[in-house]
């Protein structure tokens, strides 16, 4: 069973770093774009920062300079590194996997929640 685990949110400092951690059961990360999505209470979900199956990478511009993504194939994992947090980053974060067409897979992780607070 295809599965995504998001892991590493937590309560932060503004200013302070967290990474958070996708892992992936059952997916060759080569086959699919990933993203980071989050959403904040009372707002839409939206687009954090994406790479690619061929390594293109996109951040938002809100968190443009602040955010990295990565991931390791070997290990099936996706980070998303976040420097300068801000309050405004507040939110549950969600991993996303989708498979091009033909295929058009989509899944989503269970989130976990991120809070900049002081």
């Known amino acids: 069973q295809v599965q995504l685990v998001e892991s590493g949110g937590g309560l932060v400092n503004p200013g302070g770093s967290l990474r958070l951690s996708c892992a992936a059961s059952?997916?060759?990360?080569?086959?699919?774009?990933i993203g980071w999505f989050r959403q904040a209470p009372g707002k839409e979900r939206e687009g954090v920062s994406y790479?690619?199956?061929?390594?293109?990478?996109y951040y938002a511009n809100s968190v443009k300079g602040r955010f990295t993504i990565s991931k390791d194939n070997a290990l099936n994992m996706v980070y998303l590194q976040m420097n300068s947090l801000k309050p405004e980053d507040t939110a549950v974060y969600y991993c996303?996997?989708?498979?091009?067409?033909?295929?058009?897979?989509?899944?989503w992780g269970q989130g976990t929640q991120v809070t900049v607070s002081s």
């Open positions: 996303y996997f989708y498979r091009p067409a033909p295929w058009s897979l989509h899944y």
């Open positions: 059952r997916f060759t990360l080569d086959y699919y774009n």
């Open positions: 790479i690619s199956f061929t390594d293109d990478l």
